[in-house]
């Protein structure tokens, strides 16, 4: 049951990555400034090992590079999400470690300074799913590294591409996370999506005890 399910969602993003344009989805961001700023204000060093989960085809790891950052990866579970992000990069794709997998699947042989993940765990639903995340970013980052963390809020949407999603407070992810990680601050973002809709989002920023 599990191995369909999964089989599902692989199916579906790469669906969505290979028959919408970008600006055919909600998530899309010319810029994502809220994920810069965090790299600029915590100075986060251009050698740092930075993972962006569920990044898809985000501009974030263009804007990463061209900040001069050089030891970045890119983990989503759609092949053709991937690889439409490497078309767009071109030269610049070699500065980037690709891996397509489900969040879930992931079995890191390294650490990470910076775990950055916008909009992908809030697609977990249960209680065993969110517990395999919490012990897997425990697990994946290290000491005083970064959680950079953003879910719809409490005031954002129930569902996303079709999936229902988990809505997150600041006091949720605090005890989720707060475990293994101590919070340096959240905020909430309204963005705006191509529809001329917005949808409300928290981000917190956690740091690895």
């Known amino acids: ?28 961001e010319p810029k994502p400034e809220t994920s810069i700023h965090f790299f600029i204000e915590n100075n986060i060093p251009k050698d740092a090992k930075i993972i962006d989960v569920g990044g898809g085809d985000s501009y974030l790891i263009d804007n990463l590079i061209a900040l001069g950052y050089n030891n970045l990866f890119l983990l989503d579970i759609s092949f053709n999400a991937i690889e439409r992000i490497k078309n767009r990069l071109g030269a610049n794709a070699k500065k980037v ?10 079995y890191p042989k390294t650490t990470f300074d910076v775990w950055h993940d916008r909009a992908s765990f809030h697609f977990l639903t249960s209680e065993n799913e969110i517990i395999a995340y919490k012990m897997l970013v425990s697990n994946s980052i290290a000491t005083n590294g970064f959680l950079f963390l953003g879910t719809f809020s409490e005031n954002g949407p129930l569902k996303c591409s079709g999936f229902n999603i988990t809505q997150y407070s600041e006091a949720k992810l605090e005890t989720v996370f707060g475990s293994f990680f101590d919070k340096i601050k959240c905020f909430e973002v309204i963005h705006q999506t191509p529809f001329e809709t917005t949808q409300n989002f928290i981000f917190c920023n956690f740091k690895k005890k």
Not at 3 to 9: Q, S
Not at 12 to 19: G, P, Q, R, Y
Not at 97 to 106: A, E, G, K, P
């Open 97 to 106: 470690t690709f891996i397509v997998s489900d969040i879930l699947d992931f």
């Open 1 to 28: 049951m599990l191995l369909i399910m999964e089989n599902f969602k692989k199916d579906h993003w790469d669906k969505v990555f290979l028959t919408k344009q970008e600006t055919e989805v909600s998530w899309y």
